[in-house]
Structures are given as C-alpha cells and as structure tokens.
C-alpha cells in the first residue's frame, strides 16, 4: 500500500482531493435542494392567493417602487459577477484579487440590504404593513377602475413581506459567510489546492440571486401596464 | 467536480446578459401584451436562472451526474408542489355550483 502525501487540507476519511471536493459539492447542492422547497412553499401561497385576488395583487404591485427594484436586481448580479469571479480568483491562486472581490461582494450585498429598508420604511410610512395600522384607501382612491378589497390586500402585502424578509434573512446570513471567508481568504488559506468553502459559499450566494431573480417580476412586475 | 475555471471573458458576457435582460423585463412589463405578461416575464426569469446555474454555478462543465440528478430531482419536487396544489385549488369552485 502506497502512502499518499497530501497538503493538511485532504481529511483522511476520503481518497482524493477530487473526491472530497465533489462530496462537499453534493452535500451543497442537497441543502439547495431543501431550500427551494422552503422557498417553494412561499411561492406557491403566493400562486394561489395572485388567482384568486388578481386585482389586489395588481394593484398591491403597483404601490411598489420600481426603480429601486429594479435597481436591487442590477445590485444582486454585479455581486453574482464578483462571486463567480472571487472563486475564478481562489482556483487560481490570487489572493489579493480574491479578497478584494470577496470586499466588492459584501459591498454589494449591504447595499442590497439598505436599499430594501429603504423599501421597506416607504411601506411603513404608506401604512401597508399588513395589521391594525394597514390602510388600503391610497391604493383605492388610485385604482377606481378596479375594485379592491382591502382584507385580499392585505394578504399581497403579508407575502411581499413575508417573501422579501426571508430573502433578506438569506442575504444577511450570506454577509457573515462571505466574512468569514473574506478572514479566512486574507489569512491564505484557499488557493488552487483548496478552494471549496468559497465555491460552496458562491453557490449559496448565487441561489439567493436566483431566488431574487423569480420574486423580482412576481412582485414587481404583476400589472405595471398603463391603465386604460 | 468543479476543476473548470470560468474564463473571465464569459463571466462578463453572462453579467452583460443579466443585466440586459433585467432592464428588458422591467421594460416589457409596461407595455400591454394582455396574458402574455407574465409568460414573458416568467420566461426572462428563466433564461436569467439558467444563465446563473449552467455558468456562474458551474452546472455546464461539472462530469459530476449526481449534482444534475439532484438540480433536476429537486426542480421536479417543487413542480409537483406546485400543480398538485393548483389542482386543487383551481377545481374547489365546480364543486361549489
């Protein structure tokens, strides 16, 4: 039996280098695969409420600030672009370049975060926080065309709410994983040998991107034509 | 699974093409294409996703058949969550009449 000498970062328990890595890689892609069906239970609420209550839906939509949106979607992928690239960087070998990108990401992700407070505190202030406070008047003085029953409101605001916080939750646990991987990145631990925290930490990331990507136009986009 | 490096020429093109797509999305949804909409919409939504996975994920080049097995195992679990419930949903009113 021949004795492989390997860097302190292969565990004992498997093989290869290769092995490890895609058996980190399977176990990630799994937990993603929980996450959509965390995520998919949300979304499916949302499908049946927006047929049931297309009207408030629209209207709910409408209330929303597009530009800052669209805005935070524009965000999201210029921090999936310096993701891809920060582990581009730890395959091979750069770590300034890495750390920086690694920075760019969470620059990225705060400023996402501040931008849906930002939304956030507009919906306070119109009262559209679902609760004892909520007030639909606004919406129905606006929309005459179209009849709204403030209770179904109600509920399109209880899912933005519910769907952005969880997304949110997401991008803010994602800011103390990259940390931690920005401290471990400037310390030199990752390079072409290992690299696997940072790919795994950039599917992660990538998913939240992905799941913004789908809530964006379910949102945003549900009736934004000029009324007629 | 993941030895491919991602060329930083088409990590840029993707970034471009989700940019693109995100300023045509928020675009087409102010024009009146009646159901269509949210088809389109949906469908913007989609090709971003998959620019995503097969590119920034690494999907296209992993030799890795389990990671596929398990995208599309789990792509398919969420379609069943979602049409079974609808099936439901959707047909309670002929029940109603």
Redesign the interface.
Known sequence: MTIEHHGPELRHHFSTA?QQ??AS??GM??F??TE??FF??M??AY??YR??YFNEFAAGSRSLN?KLG?IN??VL??S??T???G??AA??GKRKLLVVLLILTLIFGLAFLGIKGIEWNEKFKEHHVPGASFDASDLIRDYPQIHIDPSHEQIYFSLYFAMTGLHALHMIIGVGIFTYLLYYSWKGLYGPNYYTPI?LG??YW??V??VW??L???LY??????LG | MSEHVLSSKLSYGIWIALMVLTVVTAGVATIDLGPFNTIVALLIATCKALLVVLFFMHVKYTSEKLTKMVIISSIAWLLILLFLSLADYTTRSLHAS
């Open positions: 290769e890595r895609d890689s399977l892609w799994l993603l695969a959509i069906m998919g239970g979304f499916c499908l049946i047929l049931n597009l669209t979607t524009i992928i210029c999936s672009l993701v891809a690239l582990v581009r395959q091979m790919e950039g599917l990538h998913f991107d992905i990507i789908y964006f136009p379910l986009l549900i009736d934004r034509k000029p």
